[in-house]
């Protein structure tokens, strides 16, 4: 009976080492999991306040917090060039919020020219928000973890 205690014991050893491995792997998937799902829900707001400014053809402070909520919410997720491309739609939303039609309207001349190409270079890079933002996004989406063999991690 001496003679498989050695044998009894390292089998459990070993046993015990495999579910710590796949309880590592598993608590590493769920982390991916939760970034991914971070990341989606900073893109879908943007995307609602994109949205909501080109099907009213207006921006509105709802549209304006939604974006500085995903702004806020990416700082940490994303690299710069997600963060500086929000920044850009909020500087957008933020112009034809303040830059109503009254307010070009009161305008003259080159003022006045120079209000409306602003406002429709504005409304034009916000209404791209669906061809551009994916791109930009899209490497910080990928779940490449999902690709691994379980048995072979290296």
């Excluded at 909501?52 to 997720?77: D, P, T, V, Y």
């Excluded at 957008?92 to 309207?105: G, P, T, Y």
């Amino acid at each position: 009976m001496s003679d498989l205690q050695p044998w009894t014991v390292a089998v459990i050893a070993g046993l015990g080492l495999l579910i710590a491995y796949f309880q590592w792997r598993t608590a590493h998937q769920r982390i991916v999991l939760d970034l991914f799902d971070r990341r989606l829900r900073v893109f879908e707001t943007a995307a609602e306040a994109c949205g909501s400014i080109i099907s009213s053809g207006k921006a509105s402070m709802e549209a304006l917090r939604k974006l500085h909520q995903a702004k806020s919410n990416a700082r940490f997720l994303f690299r710069d060039d997600v963060n500086s491309y929000l920044k850009d739609r909020i500087a957008d939303c933020a112009f034809l919020l303040s830059h109503d039609d009254e307010v070009i309207n009161s305008r003259e001349g080159d003022a006045r020219d120079k209000l409306i190409d602003r406002k429709y270079s504005a409304l034009t890079k916000i209404s791209e928000y669906q061809n551009e933002a994916p791109p930009i996004f899209a490497p910080y989406m990928r779940l490449h973890q999902k690709m691994q063999n379980p048995w072979l991690p290296w």
